[in-house]
């Protein structure tokens, strides 16, 4: 079966760093996605890890560690502009995606 | 590179009719193109996996006879809602994949029956 959590919300100030977490159990894991989402918009791509660790790209990192079933992303100098519902989604070994139902994170001044 | 397009963007129809959504990849060949359908304030639910040329593979669930996928060429995937019903009004979005591990989506369609 397939299984994500994260938090529903998160409120963060501009120019700080935020780190929003995710959990899964994912039978056939073959990687996992972070997606941004913005209201009546696609997903956009943020990143991609298989390996445990840490990818950088940016003001945008994401984690993984397969053993405890577990990612972060973690987002530097936040700016208004990325307030937005981030999308956790792992890739079975079908190269499916199943999301996470998202975080929706709102950036204050 | 890798834009992928939806037509149309949004649509609003009568119930019991049907309602064609197409989506293109239009700068790469898609060998699978994926239909999701999101409802407000939750996440993509995968409806259906298309491959080129061949039936669609189908979530749990998801109606077959309903929600019709064709798959007609590398570059085409269409959705065929039909006999729509007020239910059905949700925001659907189609993906691509080439060759590679990652989906391009496209920009979604959002369809309202009344």
């Known amino acids: 079966g397939q299984n994500i959590d994260q938090p529903t919300e998160m409120t963060a100030t501009e120019g700080a760093i935020v780190q929003i977490n995710c959990t899964y159990q994912t039978s056939g894991f073959n990687g996992l996605f972070w997606y941004q989402q913005h209201a009546g918009e696609a997903p956009t791509f943020l990143s991609y890890n298989v390996l445990d660790g840490l990818e950088e790209k940016g003001r945008f990192s994401s984690f993984l560690s397969r053993s405890k079933g577990y990612s972060y992303l973690l987002l530097k100098e936040l700016q208004m502009k990325d307030s937005a519902s981030y999308l956790c989604?792992?890739?079975?070994?079908?190269?499916?995606?199943?999301f996470g139902t998202g975080t929706r994170l709102t950036v204050i001044p | 590179g890798a834009v992928v397009s939806q037509h149309p963007s949004w649509v609003i129809c009568k119930s019991g009719t049907s309602v064609k959504i197409e989506c293109r990849s239009l700068?790469?060949?898609?060998?699978?193109m994926f239909w999701y359908r999101q409802f407000p304030k939750q996440s993509l639910m995968l409806m259906a996996t298309s491959n080129e040329g061949s039936k669609a593979t189908y979530e749990q669930g998801v109606e077959k006879d309903k929600f019709l996928i064709n798959h007609a060429s590398l570059t085409l995937s269409t959705l065929t809602v039909t006999s729509a019903h007020p239910e059905d009004s949700s925001f659907y979005i189609c993906s691509a994949r080439n060759s590679g591990y990652e989906q391009y989506f496209g920009p979604g369609t959002r369809l309202t029956v009344t």
């Open positions: 989604a792992t890739q079975t070994g079908a190269n499916n995606l199943f």
């Open positions: 700068d790469f060949q898609a060998t699978t």
